[in-house]
């Protein structure tokens, strides 16, 4: 997934001849360093490892419930442009269509848009990083379908050859086609292998249509998680888009304060009943879901009767 961000800000860069490139806070784009450069969370992921790549610049994500829309969004969007970066230096802006790391947070179809006319206007490239939401996850092939926005590349990985290592650069041939001959590369790219496995990976999502079996996931899963939210008043913030859904959890739904530490416990909770979470946000409170799109119904619920079970007993010892 890094080569293939890096691949895409070479080609963005090939395209324009411009040397800028703007991603968002909170955001994950891999581990390599052009990629870490882009990513908008220190820890674990940056902690220790610089310096960075230069020519890289951040700006809020749209996140709702911490206080950022999508008119705010865009405004900071044009304030890094007067105060850090003209325009007309950004060769591309990378956006997810879901914050991944940074907390399952869905960029609104106004924000999606809203960028997309600020590409188009200063001959910006706009990527989009599909790499985590690709794939049937979001209840669409793509998660930037649900806001008909078309980029210009994208990238794709991960679930593109179910384990096998490959990712790509998809975009409009005039932009693709700017480097040189020989210009991307690299020793493993194009595994036979792996395209044969990446080609039967997309036979098997549109043969027992995936994409559809993450919307039913994603309705199951919010269903529990607004319940769970009715219940529990550590659970501040449900988001679910197909099967690609988070829980922020705070101490108060007043001021918001992440529940970071109780967050921890529940999955420690939850691994001693038999189920592994993962967890993500800047401040490490989001509770996310990742399951397979082919899990069983019954495993599915069973790991959210975990789920709720240990939440409850979290929740239960935390002051109001």
């Known amino acids: 997934g890094a080569e293939a961000v890096e691949n895409a800000v070479k080609i963005a860069r090939a395209h324009t001849g411009r040397p800028a490139v703007i991603s968002f806070r909170g ?53 890094l442009f007067a105060s850090e970066v003209p325009a007309d230096r950004v060769a591309a802006i990378i956006v997810e269509p879901v914050l991944g790391e940074g907390g399952f947070v869905p960029a609104p179809r106004e924000f999606l848009l809203g960028l997309r006319a600020v590409t188009e206007k200063h001959g910006i490239v706009l990527i989009v990083d599909e790499i985590q939401t690709g794939f049937g996850r979001t209840g669409k092939f793509f998660a930037i379908e ?43 790219a194009g595994n036979p292998v792996a395209c044969a496995a990446g080609l039967a990976v997309l036979d098997v999502m549109r043969d027992e249509r995936l994409p559809e079996r993450a919307a039913r996931i994603g309705s199951v899963v919010e269903e529990r998680m607004r319940s769970w939210a009715n219940e529990h008043e550590i659970v501040g913030d449900v988001r679910v888009m197909g099967a690609m859904a988070g829980m922020e959890l705070v101490r108060s739904r007043k001021t918001k304060e992440p529940a970071d530490k109780e967050t921890a416990r529940v999955l420690s909770v939850a691994r001693e009943k038999g189920l ?45």
């Open 146 to 188: 649900h806001s008909g926005v078309e980029p210009d590349l994208m990238t794709v990985a991960k679930s593109l050859a179910a384990g096998f290592p490959l990712s790509g650069v998809v975009g409009k041939a005039e932009i693709m086609d700017a480097p040189a001959p020989g210009g991307l590369g690299g020793t493993y």
């Open 27 to 79: 955001s994950f784009h891999g581990r390599t360093l052009l990629a870490l450069s882009l990513t908008g969370s220190v820890q674990p992921y940056k902690q220790n490892f610089g310096p960075y790549a230069p020519e890289v610049y951040q700006t809020p994500f749209p996140y709702e419930y911490r206080g950022w829309n999508s008119a705010a969004a865009l405004a900071g969007l044009d304030d």
């Open 276 to 320: 592994i979470l993962l967890r993500s946000g800047v401040h490490h409170n989001v509770i996310r879901t990742l399951m397979p799109l082919t899990i069983p119904d019954e495993q599915l619920d069973e790991g959210l009767d975990i789920l709720g079970a240990a939440l409850s007993e979290v929740a239960t010892a935390v002051p109001l």
